[in-house]
T-cell receptor
C-alpha cells in the first residue's frame, strides 16, 4: 500500500528564516510526486511535479527536490504570504487514477 | 478563466435526506475525481472518472454515487447521508501531465 508521511505537522517561521518541509513516501514504483499548497477555506493549488530521483524544481522562494525515499520543499527567506498548508502526494507506476496524499505541513510565517 | 466549480459551498442537512453536490469544469479535462478531507486523514479519493460514462471507486466510496454523462460535469450523490459523511469535499479535474485542478470545496454537515 502506498504511504506518504509529511513532517513536521506544523512549522512556525519568522520572515526570512529559511527551512525545509519533508515528505517521505513508500510506493511500488514512482510515477510522479506532487506538491500542492492549500490556503484556509480553499482547494489545493498545484505547485510542482517531480518524476525521478535527483530532479529539482523552483518557483519563487520554493524549491522541491526528490530522492528515492523522500522529497523536500525548501522555503528560502519566507514571507507571511507563504503561510499555508503544503501537501505532498504520490502516484504509483501503472496507476492512472490514484494519488495518495499526505496529511500536510501547516506553515505559519510571522513578521 | 480555468476553473472547477462546486455547489453548494456549504450545506447542513439531516440524516437520510438525499443530496447532490455538483461539479463542473471548463478545461475539457477527461479525468475528474472527488475527494473528502478530514482532519488527520488528509485527502482521500471517493470516486473518479476517466471519461464520459467511465467511473470507478476510489479509497472511500461507501455511501456515495457519481455519474458522468457529460465531460464537464461530475456530480457527487449522497443517497442517504449519515453523520460520518460530515466532511469537506473537493472535486478536481486533471491535465494530461497529472496536475490536479481543485474546486473551492463543499463543506457538508450531516446532523
Amino acid at each position: 500500500e502506498d504511504q506518504v508521511t509529511q513532517s513536521p505537522e506544523a512549522l512556525r517561521l519568522q520572515e526570512g528564516e529559511s527551512s525545509s518541509l519533508n515528505c517521505s513516501y513508500t510506493v511500488s514504483g514512482l510515477r510522479g510526486l506532487f506538491w500542492y499548497r492549500q490556503d484556509p477555506g480553499k482547494g489545493p493549488e498545484f505547485l510542482f511535479t517531480l518524476y525521478s530521483a535527483g530532479e529539482e524544481k523552483e518557483k519563487e522562494r520554493l524549491k522541491a527536490t526528490l530522492t528515492k525515499k523522500e522529497s523536500f520543499l525548501h522555503i528560502t527567506a519566507p514571507k507571511p504570504e507563504d503561510s499555508a498548508t503544503y501537501l505532498c502526494a504520490v502516484q504509483a507506476s501503472g496507476t492512472a487514477s490514484k494519488l495518495t496524499f499526505g496529511t500536510g505541513t501547516r506553515l505559519q510565517v510571522t513578521l | 478563466e480555468a476553473q472547477v466549480t462546486q455547489n453548494p459551498r456549504y450545506l447542513i442537512t439531516v440524516t437520510g435526506k438525499k443530496l447532490t453536490v455538483t461539479c463542473s469544469q471548463n478545461m475539457n479535462h477527461e479525468y475528474m475525481s472527488w475527494y473528502r478531507q478530514d482532519p488527520g486523514l488528509g485527502l482521500r479519493q471517493i470516486y473518479y472518472s476517466m471519461n464520459v460514462e467511465v467511473t470507478d471507486k476510489g479509497d472511500v466510496p461507501e455511501g456515495y454515487k457519481v455519474s458522468r454523462k457529460e465531460k464537464r460535469n461530475f456530480p457527487l450523490i449522497l443517497e442517504s447521508p449519515s453523520p460520518n459523511q460530515t466532511s469537506l469535499y473537493f472535486c478536481a479535474s486533471r491535465t494530461n501531465t497529472g496536475e490536479l485542478f481543485f474546486g473551492e470545496g463543499s463543506r457538508l454537515t450531516v446532523l
